[in-house]
């Protein structure tokens, strides 16, 4: 006689292992190691989680879940809105190989009527789930990682070269807020690398027309233009409104007085710089690792490294740094992966290779180092002129 759904339940409740509400209270609260899975649909999800729960739909799970669960011998608990759900999923995880997963008997109803610990997932609209859906789909990203983005503050220094991709990518991942900085207007000879920029917008000033293709792209971004240079007089100003500093300046009084603020106010600044054929990328976090002063104590003659007006550069090559910073800015951001702290990632374009240099922290450097004697803005046009 063929078994009947209750048949079916009766025998999968069998042959997993089922655990009570109370009893997985009690390991949450003892910090005892735990998966949580939460095997409902998505709109249950939104109206409420056991915190720190990973969800997974059951309809999903047989394609998910190795992504988003690799470890096969982690304790799982798995919960639906009253048992049943879960418990198929058990199931399910126990024929997948996974060798330690209970279910949840009763489900979330219950936990939720008991007063129990819920948390809200974060409010995204039905329009930012559908622009972000790629992201919500990366375990690493998901819905609290995307209000993450939402939520951040990025400083773009220069809207040229290497700003120009990095802006684009950020405001297509969903950072919130952008600020811009750069004096310039836009030049026919900026639109052979500067992809922000248009002909039809050649004249306007860069945060203008950089703003337009921003808002062209995404909606949600907000822009904080800066039509003037960073200098000591305005540097705290423009920083303090930011929680990371996108570098993509092209001349060294700039950057030591980047440094120097980033070191005073412990910004992360993820720094970029492109010569010819060749760039280089590094993220300079305060009290972590090493500063630019680290890098480079003292400036280069002006002869041994002349601006790209000078020397010229690949227009493609900007293109690919400038997407490495924001990728790194992103990382930080979700607090996700290996920045590149303490190491040098360069590029040479015509050989098509990428090398990396581990960079150390100084303990005598003036400006992060165990004694600092650089303890408020200097004289960087001076400095440099000297160096």
Not at 104 to 112: D, H, I, S, T
Request: glycine share 8%; net charge neutral; proline share 7%.
């Amino acid at each position: 006689m063929p078994k009947t759904y209750s048949d079916l339940i009766s025998d999968v409740r069998k042959s997993i292992r089922e655990i009570s509400l109370n009893d997985l209270k009690r390991r949450l609260d003892d910090k005892v190691p735990t998966v949580l899975l939460d095997v409902r649909e998505k709109e249950e999800y939104r109206a409420g989680y056991i915190p720190g729960a990973i969800s997974i739909p059951r309809a999903f799970l047989e394609m998910q879940v190795e992504q988003k669960l690799p470890d096969k011998s982690a304790p799982i608990v798995a919960y639906c809105a009253g048992g049943t759900r879960s418990a198929l999923a058990a199931q399910t995880l126990k024929e997948l190989g996974y060798t330690n997963v209970e279910s949840a008997n009763p489900g979330f109803v219950r936990w939720k009527d008991l007063n129990y610990p819920v948390e809200q997932p974060p409010n995204l609209t039905d329009a930012q789930r559908d622009r972000y859906s790629r992201h919500l789909l990366l375990p690493e990203v998901g819905e609290a990682g995307q209000a993450k983005l939402l939520a951040a503050k990025v400083l773009l220094l220069g809207a040229g070269g290497l700003g120009s991709p990095a802006a684009l990518y950020l405001a297509a991942a969903g950072v919130g807020t952008l600020g811009l900085v750069d004096a310039d207007v836009v030049d026919n000879s900026n639109l052979q690398r500067q992809i922000l920029h248009a002909t039809s917008r050649v004249g306007k000033p860069k945060v203008d027309s950089a703003e337009t293709a921003i808002r062209d792209l995404n909606p949600d971004v907000k822009v904080v233009k800066f039509q003037e240079r960073v200098d000591s007089s305005n540097v705290d100003r423009i920083f303090d409104q930011f929680d990371i500093i996108v570098d993509g300046c092209d001349n060294f009084p700039t950057r030591y007085l980047v440094n120097d603020a980033s070191v005073f106010k412990k910004k992360p600044v993820v720094h970029g710089s492109i010569f010819r054929f060749e760039g280089q990328v590094t993220t300079f976090m305060p009290g972590v690792g090493p500063c630019y002063r680290c890098l480079y104590p003292e400036p280069p003659p002006p002869h041994l490294a002349p601006s790209c007006q000078e020397a010229g550069v690949l227009g493609i090559l900007p293109g690919i740094i400038g997407v490495i910073q924001a990728t790194e800015a992103v990382k930080l951001i979700l607090g996700q992966g290996s920045p590149l702290i303490g190491r040098l990632l360069t590029y040479d374009s015509l050989k098509m290779k990428f090398g990396e240099l581990k960079l150390r922290r100084d303990k005598n450097c003036p400006a992060c180092g165990e004694s600092p004697t650089i303890t408020s803005y200097i004289d960087y046009e001076g400095f440099c002129l000297i160096g």
